[in-house]
């Protein structure tokens, strides 16, 4: 049983949230510039400029990741449908110019491609690269998370290997990396070994980590939480004095799926009992597929999450870590009443978050941004995309740059592709 570490809940909207406000009139010419992908930046009312970016990604582009690698470099990586059931995993990093043409990492005919489980990259300080994605096995409810590292900026790569030790039949994914040191990767997944041949519901999906050396050397599999839900995506970040902080959404006994973190301590062996991020209480004797995403920088630590649990059909929730002891601190509804969940959050300059997440609307659905300031008002929300309200418009995501961020996501459409935007501080 997880105890909860933050404190009670706060519920903030309206007026006197508000950062800044524009006239009705120009919030919404500013909409329709941003949703129609306007070749101009928009002036939003938090006082953020949206500007598209040319897609370096190809045809029936989908499943968009991006980060910052300890090299200072931003990456993004996607996957591409080709013909005869084959797919390819590319990426491209971003300079002065934009995006660069995108390299292949990967091309092959069995890839698990799943529109809530996708390939990620992560990046160490000397630009050795770590690829992640998954492959079908034999068994049809089967897949195993690979790896693959690249010592010369993407232009060759190891053979692939599993990330776990398990070799059989079962589930393995939601795979979150970080650099931990100049020469070691960290991977936190889940493992659904446990799963297998278990009467429906009974099974155990636990979380699971392992170290990996920049040679490809695997570290020893450590058990991070033994019971947690089976199909939610996880979070994993570096902290400023050095240890692992990871977040996913628990499993009890009862049913109750709830956000729970663990973290290690540099210096100090293995990982500390989880604990809940904010007891919502959200029981649902099934997986809704929403993972957290955590930001742990030294001016602002935060996560952010979706939980159904109360009235009103689900809310996202953001909370501050505390200033002093290791849990959170009280937690702000940041939607805008019908949200779909599908999280992200990053930092910006001077303590601030910025926060996207999919919400319903009237047509489909909306990605939306909304600005926390670093006393914790709430700025409007924004919209950035339209999407349809669908699996396949899977999610956005987003990563720090010059004091705003980038964001990638899929394109709609009978043809998906990868939309690019950067968001920009008007200050």
Known sequence: MRRPAGVGGIYQKGPSASLVRLPAMLHLLVSLLVLGSAPHAAVLDSGLLLEPLASPAGAHASLPNLVRGADGEIYLSWVERLADHEARLCFSTFGTEGWSEAREILRAGDLFLNWADF?????????R??????????DPHGYSAEFSISADGGATWSAPRRLHDHDGP????????????????????????????????????????RSISAD????????????????????LVRTPSGGLLAAYRDRSAGEVRDIAFSQTVAGVAGWRAPELVHDDGWFIPGCPVNGPRLVAEKEVG????????????????????????????????????????RVDLVPLAGGGLLVAWLE?????AEWRLRRSG????????????????????????????????????????????????RVRSGH
């Open 302 to 341: 935060a996560a952010v999450w979706f939980t159904g649990a109360g009235e009103g059909g689900g809310s996202v929730f953001l909370a501050r870590r505390l200033a002093k002891g290791p849990g959170y601190g009280p937690v702000v509804k940041v939607d805008d009443g019908l949200p779909m969940g």
């Open 119 to 127: 390939p990620s990259l992560c990046v160490l300080a000397d630009g």
């Open 170 to 209: 079962g589930e393995h994914g939601f795979v979150s990396l970080v650099a931990m040191d100049h020469e070691t990767f960290g991977a936190f997944w889940l493992d659904g070994r446990k799963m297998v041949g278990a009467e429906p519901g009974a099974g155990e999906m636990a979380a699971m980590f």
């Open 360 to 364: 319903h609307t009237e047509s489909g």
């Open 374 to 421: 670093a006393g914790g008002l709430l700025g409007e929300s924004l919209a950035a995309a339209r999407v349809p309200a669908q699996r396949a418009s899977g999610y956005l995501r987003m990563v720090a740059f010059e004091g705003g961020a980038l964001m990638a996501w899929t394109q709609g459409g009978a043809e998906p592709g990868i939309g690019t935007l």
């Open 216 to 235: 490809g050397e695997l570290g020893e599999e450590q058990i991070v939480d033994s019971r947690v839900c089976s199909c939610c995506q996880t979070s």
């Open 129 to 138: 690269i770590m690829a992640q994605w998954l492959r079908s096995g034999d």
